[in-house]
């Protein structure tokens, strides 16, 4: 017999993980509205509309961190998340490749970043799929 998705528990690992997930994507959504300046200068210049990119994304962000307590929506927010994570890539890479307009990071920092992202959208997919 096969249990509703709401009664599932989940490990404290994986409770860890949509914990992290969670709080990475809504800090990182408030401050699309909270440091806007920020995220709209590192919007590569070929992103049309960068302020709207930014208050776009920073939505997304949002609704996509508080989607992951929904046990319904966990496994397409994990989903939308990983996608949101591949569409700002282009910001992070634009960062690493002009790193002398971002002198608040170090270019270490800049490097770094990229394969953080690698195991963020790991991170994202494992605590949101569903136990079997």
């Known amino acids: 017999m096969s249990t509703p998705t709401s009664s599932i528990r989940l490990s404290p690992a994986k409770l860890a993980g ?3 997930v969670f709080l990475w994507f809504f800090i990182g959504g408030v401050g699309h509205f909270v ?3 920020f995220f709209t200068q590192i919007v590569p210049p070929y992103i049309p509309w960068p302020l709207t990119a930014v208050y776009v994304s920073g939505i997304f962000e949002l609704l996509g961190a508080f ?3 929904s046990p ?7 989903v939308c998340l990983i996608v949101l994570i591949l569409c700002v890539t282009p910001a992070n890479i ?3 490749q002009n790193a002398e307009h971002f002198t608040f990071a170090p270019r270490w920092a800049l ?4 394969p953080i992202q690698v195991l963020l959208i790991v991170c994202v997919w494992w605590s ?3 136990p079997h």
């Not at 319904?72 to 994990?78: E, H, I, K, M, Q």
């Open 18 to 20: 949509l914990a992290f």
């Open 35 to 37: 440091a806007t300046p």
């Open 67 to 69: 989607a992951l307590f």
């Open 72 to 78: 319904r929506l966990r496994p397409l927010a994990g």
């Open 94 to 96: 634009y960062m690493l």
């Open 111 to 114: 490097i770094v970043r990229l």
């Open 128 to 130: 949101t799929r569903r």
